[in-house]
């Protein structure tokens, strides 16, 4: 399933329904997985719609879905000015007091928790978000 979406949040409740029932459908994930998968896919598109608005760039973001048997591999790219995912801290966990300086930036974080792989491909001329989900999580 490919999506094109224009670079808007009104979409996202869209390509997480599009995503999330691709999932269900055409992968042997249980739904908990499933959920995962909305939310850190969300996270991606949200980034990438952020990214574009930074520099002023209102190109559709691309969202791939490939399920195969018990996996899904998503793709989301953009053509904002690209980051250093390396750059990008862990967060502390959940019950350490450190953990409530982190509102925001918590995307790609998220992603590495959640997915089995999330590879970021970024440059400057957009950035490319691969994450990969099994039916059972790591």
Do not use: W
Request: charged residues 25%.
């Amino acid at each position: 399933v490919e999506l094109v979406v224009p670079a808007r949040a009104e979409y996202l409740q869209l390509v997480r329904a599009i995503v999330g029932a691709t999932a269900g459908l055409e992968s042997s994930m249980d739904p908990g997985r499933v959920a995962d998968l909305r939310l850190i896919v969300s996270e991606a598109v949200s980034n990438a719609i952020k990214a574009q608005a930074s520099v002023g760039v209102v190109d559709p973001i691309l969202v791939r879905c490939e399920p195969s048997g018990d996996r899904i591999v998503v793709e989301v790219a953009d053509h904002g000015p690209g980051f250093d995912a390396g750059s990008v801290p862990d967060l502390p966990p959940v019950e350490t007091p450190e953990r409530l300086d982190h509102e925001s930036g918590l995307g790609v974080s998220l992603m590495r928790r959640l997915a089995d792989e999330a590879v970021v491909e970024s440059g400057p001329n957009g950035t490319v978000v691969r994450l990969t989900l099994g039916s059972r999580g790591r």
